[in-house]
């Protein structure tokens, strides 16, 4: 089955920072755009950052410009969230995924369980 692992969240004060990671297995991953997505209290999930399989080509949501950095090792079937500069609307659920582009959702109906981030002010 398909399957992704989130790990790396946790409780930071404004302006620190955090690294995510996403572990894929079960032909997740290999030739895939694959990018972070977020859920905040009482929204819905929206588009965080992706990155393509080959270039690395990288696209982020404005509200992560500068501030976030996906990056992946394809021989490690992992894709990174590297957060800086945190603020408390970043606080969220994270979740990995692969990316249908150029719409930038998510590909697959299934999710993991996503790793939490509350940044306080």
């Known amino acids: 089955q398909v399957q992704v692992v989130e790990s790396g969240g946790g409780l930071v004060q404004a302006g620190g920072s955090l690294r995510l990671s996403c572990a894929a297995s079960?032909?997740?991953?290999?030739?895939?755009?694959m990018g972070w997505f977020r859920r905040a209290p009482g929204k819905g999930r929206e588009f965080v950052a992706a990155i393509n399989w080959s270039e690395r080509t990288t696209r982020y949501a404005d509200s992560v410009k500068g501030r976030f950095t996906i990056s992946r090792d394809n021989a490690e079937n992992t894709v990174d969230l590297q957060m800086n500069d945190l603020k408390p609307e970043d606080t969220a659920v994270y979740y990995c995924n692969a990316v249908n582009t150029p719409a930038m959702l998510p590909l697959f109906d299934s999710w993991g369980q996503g790793t939490q981030v509350i940044v306080s002010s």
């Open positions: 079960g032909g997740i991953f290999s030739g895939y755009t």
